[in-house]
T-cell receptor, first 109, second 112 residues
Framework: GQNIDQPTEMTATEGAIVQINCTYQ??????LFWYQQHAGEAPTFLSY??LDGLEEKGRFSSFLSRSKGYSYLLLKELQMKDSASYLC??????????WGAGTKLIIKP | IAGITQAPTSQILAAGRRMTLRCTQD?????MYWYRQDLGLGLRLIHY???????GKGEVPDGYSVSRANTDDFPLTLASAVPSQTSVYFC???????????FGEGSRLTVL
Protein backbone atom coordinates (compact mmCIF):
# COMPACT_ATOMS: atom_id res chain seq x y z
CA GLY A 1 0.00 0.00 0.00
CA GLN A 2 0.91 3.64 -0.17
CA ASN A 3 2.00 5.38 2.97
CA ILE A 4 3.21 8.80 4.08
CA ASP A 5 4.61 9.16 7.60
CA GLN A 6 5.30 12.36 9.47
CA PRO A 7 5.33 13.21 13.19
CA THR A 8 1.99 14.12 14.67
CA GLU A 9 3.17 17.14 16.63
CA MET A 10 6.32 19.15 17.24
CA THR A 11 7.14 22.07 19.51
CA ALA A 12 9.77 24.73 18.88
CA THR A 13 10.80 28.12 20.21
CA GLU A 14 10.35 31.44 18.47
CA GLY A 15 13.51 32.39 16.59
CA ALA A 16 14.81 28.82 16.46
CA ILE A 17 15.05 26.27 13.61
CA VAL A 18 12.84 23.21 13.23
CA GLN A 19 12.99 20.27 10.83
CA ILE A 20 9.83 18.32 9.98
CA ASN A 21 10.50 14.91 8.48
CA CYS A 22 8.42 12.95 6.01
CA THR A 23 8.99 9.39 4.79
CA TYR A 24 7.00 7.82 2.02
CA GLN A 25 6.27 4.57 0.23
CA UNK A 26 4.25 5.07 -2.93
CA UNK A 27 3.61 3.39 -6.25
CA UNK A 28 5.72 5.63 -8.41
CA UNK A 29 6.95 9.14 -7.73
CA UNK A 30 6.20 12.36 -9.57
CA UNK A 31 7.16 14.86 -6.92
CA LEU A 32 6.84 15.69 -3.26
CA PHE A 33 4.91 18.66 -1.94
CA TRP A 34 4.67 20.54 1.34
CA TYR A 35 1.60 22.50 2.32
CA GLN A 36 0.91 24.74 5.29
CA GLN A 37 -2.49 24.72 6.99
CA HIS A 38 -3.40 27.13 9.76
CA ALA A 39 -6.12 25.98 12.13
CA GLY A 40 -9.56 26.34 10.60
CA GLU A 41 -8.17 27.35 7.22
CA ALA A 42 -7.42 25.73 3.87
CA PRO A 43 -4.01 24.24 3.02
CA THR A 44 -1.69 26.47 1.00
CA PHE A 45 1.20 25.35 -1.20
CA LEU A 46 4.72 25.79 0.20
CA SER A 47 7.17 23.80 -1.89
CA TYR A 48 7.76 21.17 -4.54
CA UNK A 49 10.70 18.76 -4.95
CA UNK A 50 11.10 16.32 -7.79
CA LEU A 51 14.90 16.00 -7.89
CA ASP A 52 17.19 15.12 -4.99
CA GLY A 53 18.56 18.01 -3.03
CA LEU A 54 17.58 21.15 -1.22
CA GLU A 55 15.18 23.79 -2.44
CA GLU A 56 15.33 27.08 -0.55
CA LYS A 57 12.59 29.67 -0.46
CA GLY A 58 13.17 32.40 2.08
CA ARG A 59 12.97 31.05 5.64
CA PHE A 60 11.66 27.71 4.37
CA SER A 61 13.70 24.96 2.71
CA SER A 62 12.67 21.51 1.55
CA PHE A 63 14.94 18.53 0.98
CA LEU A 64 14.37 15.33 -0.95
CA SER A 65 16.15 11.98 -1.16
CA ARG A 66 14.30 9.72 -3.58
CA SER A 67 16.50 6.69 -2.87
CA LYS A 68 15.60 6.90 0.82
CA GLY A 69 11.97 7.88 0.33
CA TYR A 70 12.61 10.84 2.61
CA SER A 71 12.01 14.55 2.73
CA TYR A 72 12.19 17.28 5.31
CA LEU A 73 10.90 20.80 5.63
CA LEU A 74 13.25 23.18 7.42
CA LEU A 75 11.87 26.35 8.96
CA LYS A 76 14.36 28.99 10.12
CA GLU A 77 13.94 32.05 12.33
CA LEU A 78 10.62 30.75 13.56
CA GLN A 79 7.83 33.22 14.05
CA MET A 80 4.60 32.79 15.99
CA LYS A 81 2.68 32.89 12.71
CA ASP A 82 4.45 29.67 11.70
CA SER A 83 2.27 27.79 14.18
CA ALA A 84 0.28 25.57 11.82
CA SER A 85 0.04 22.05 10.48
CA TYR A 86 2.47 21.07 7.74
CA LEU A 87 1.25 18.49 5.25
CA CYS A 88 3.55 16.28 3.20
CA UNK A 89 2.12 14.87 -0.04
CA UNK A 90 3.56 12.68 -2.80
CA UNK A 91 2.31 12.50 -6.38
CA UNK A 92 2.19 8.86 -7.42
CA UNK A 93 2.49 7.19 -10.82
CA UNK A 94 -1.17 8.07 -11.60
CA UNK A 95 -0.50 11.73 -10.84
CA UNK A 96 -2.68 11.53 -7.74
CA UNK A 97 -1.55 13.16 -4.50
CA UNK A 98 -1.11 10.89 -1.48
CA TRP A 99 -1.27 12.90 1.73
CA GLY A 100 0.33 12.46 5.12
CA ALA A 101 -1.78 13.19 8.22
CA GLY A 102 0.16 16.38 8.87
CA THR A 103 2.50 17.65 11.58
CA LYS A 104 1.11 20.20 14.01
CA LEU A 105 3.87 22.69 14.81
CA ILE A 106 3.52 24.65 18.05
CA ILE A 107 5.72 27.71 18.46
CA LYS A 108 6.41 28.93 21.98
CA PRO A 109 7.68 32.43 22.84
CA ILE B 1 -10.56 38.02 -6.45
CA ALA B 2 -9.51 34.89 -8.30
CA GLY B 3 -9.82 31.61 -6.44
CA ILE B 4 -12.20 28.92 -5.34
CA THR B 5 -15.51 29.51 -3.65
CA GLN B 6 -17.28 26.84 -1.61
CA ALA B 7 -20.79 26.94 -0.19
CA PRO B 8 -22.08 26.50 2.38
CA THR B 9 -19.22 27.13 4.82
CA SER B 10 -21.02 25.19 7.51
CA GLN B 11 -24.10 22.98 7.61
CA ILE B 12 -25.88 20.70 10.03
CA LEU B 13 -28.26 18.19 8.55
CA ALA B 14 -30.23 15.16 9.59
CA ALA B 15 -29.18 11.69 8.55
CA GLY B 16 -30.92 10.55 5.39
CA ARG B 17 -31.14 14.03 3.88
CA ARG B 18 -29.66 14.92 0.51
CA MET B 19 -27.02 17.61 0.45
CA THR B 20 -25.02 19.33 -2.29
CA LEU B 21 -21.79 21.17 -1.58
CA ARG B 22 -21.04 23.76 -4.22
CA CYS B 23 -17.61 24.63 -5.61
CA THR B 24 -16.74 27.25 -8.22
CA GLN B 25 -13.33 28.32 -9.49
CA ASP B 26 -12.39 31.19 -11.77
CA UNK B 27 -8.79 30.26 -12.53
CA UNK B 28 -9.70 28.15 -15.58
CA UNK B 29 -7.95 25.15 -14.08
CA UNK B 30 -8.57 21.85 -15.82
CA UNK B 31 -8.49 19.65 -12.75
CA MET B 32 -10.75 19.82 -9.71
CA TYR B 33 -10.92 17.71 -6.58
CA TRP B 34 -13.03 17.03 -3.53
CA TYR B 35 -11.29 16.00 -0.31
CA ARG B 36 -12.48 15.29 3.17
CA GLN B 37 -10.31 16.02 6.17
CA ASP B 38 -10.83 14.25 9.48
CA LEU B 39 -8.84 14.66 12.68
CA GLY B 40 -5.74 12.46 12.68
CA LEU B 41 -6.12 11.49 9.05
CA GLY B 42 -4.64 13.01 5.95
CA LEU B 43 -6.69 14.61 3.24
CA ARG B 44 -8.61 11.85 1.53
CA LEU B 45 -9.68 12.20 -2.08
CA ILE B 46 -13.38 11.59 -2.70
CA HIS B 47 -13.76 12.35 -6.40
CA TYR B 48 -11.81 14.23 -9.01
CA UNK B 49 -12.18 15.61 -12.50
CA UNK B 50 -9.27 16.09 -14.89
CA UNK B 51 -11.33 18.10 -17.35
CA UNK B 52 -14.89 19.23 -17.95
CA UNK B 53 -17.15 16.32 -18.77
CA UNK B 54 -15.06 13.68 -16.99
CA UNK B 55 -14.95 12.52 -13.39
CA GLY B 56 -13.14 9.80 -11.46
CA LYS B 57 -13.33 8.06 -8.11
CA GLY B 58 -10.82 8.75 -5.41
CA GLU B 59 -9.95 6.87 -2.26
CA VAL B 60 -13.32 7.25 -0.47
CA PRO B 61 -16.07 7.71 -3.10
CA ASP B 62 -18.89 5.69 -1.53
CA GLY B 63 -21.95 7.77 -0.67
CA TYR B 64 -20.81 10.71 -2.80
CA SER B 65 -21.35 11.76 -6.41
CA VAL B 66 -20.01 14.61 -8.52
CA SER B 67 -20.59 16.21 -11.89
CA ARG B 68 -18.48 18.48 -14.07
CA ALA B 69 -20.73 20.13 -16.61
CA ASN B 70 -18.30 22.99 -17.24
CA THR B 71 -14.78 24.10 -16.30
CA ASP B 72 -15.77 26.27 -13.36
CA ASP B 73 -18.23 24.20 -11.29
CA PHE B 74 -17.74 20.92 -9.46
CA PRO B 75 -20.58 20.15 -7.02
CA LEU B 76 -20.42 17.27 -4.55
CA THR B 77 -23.66 15.51 -3.62
CA LEU B 78 -24.41 13.30 -0.66
CA ALA B 79 -27.49 11.34 -1.74
CA SER B 80 -28.46 10.20 1.75
CA ALA B 81 -26.21 11.60 4.47
CA VAL B 82 -24.91 9.39 7.28
CA PRO B 83 -23.13 10.44 10.51
CA SER B 84 -19.79 9.06 9.24
CA GLN B 85 -19.87 11.77 6.59
CA THR B 86 -19.41 14.40 9.28
CA SER B 87 -16.20 16.08 8.20
CA VAL B 88 -14.59 19.16 6.71
CA TYR B 89 -14.81 19.09 2.93
CA PHE B 90 -12.31 20.91 0.75
CA CYS B 91 -12.65 21.59 -2.94
CA UNK B 92 -9.42 22.22 -4.84
CA UNK B 93 -8.25 22.92 -8.36
CA UNK B 94 -5.02 22.75 -10.32
CA UNK B 95 -3.62 22.68 -13.79
CA UNK B 96 -3.91 19.00 -14.70
CA UNK B 97 -0.90 16.92 -13.73
CA UNK B 98 0.56 19.42 -11.28
CA UNK B 99 0.50 19.04 -7.53
CA UNK B 100 0.11 22.69 -6.73
CA UNK B 101 -3.46 22.72 -5.59
CA UNK B 102 -5.53 25.76 -4.77
CA PHE B 103 -8.07 25.07 -2.06
CA GLY B 104 -11.39 26.56 -1.16
CA GLU B 105 -12.03 27.62 2.41
CA GLY B 106 -13.80 24.38 3.26
CA SER B 107 -17.30 23.30 4.16
CA ARG B 108 -17.85 21.96 7.67
CA LEU B 109 -20.62 19.36 7.54
CA THR B 110 -22.25 17.75 10.56
CA VAL B 111 -24.67 14.86 10.06
CA LEU B 112 -26.82 14.03 13.06
Amino acid sequence: GQNIDQPTEMTATEGAIVQINCTYQTSGFNGLFWYQQHAGEAPTFLSYNVLDGLEEKGRFSSFLSRSKGYSYLLLKELQMKDSASYLCAVMDSNYQLIWGAGTKLIIKP
Amino acid sequence: IAGITQAPTSQILAAGRRMTLRCTQDMRHNAMYWYRQDLGLGLRLIHYSNTAGTTGKGEVPDGYSVSRANTDDFPLTLASAVPSQTSVYFCASSDAGTGELFFGEGSRLTVL
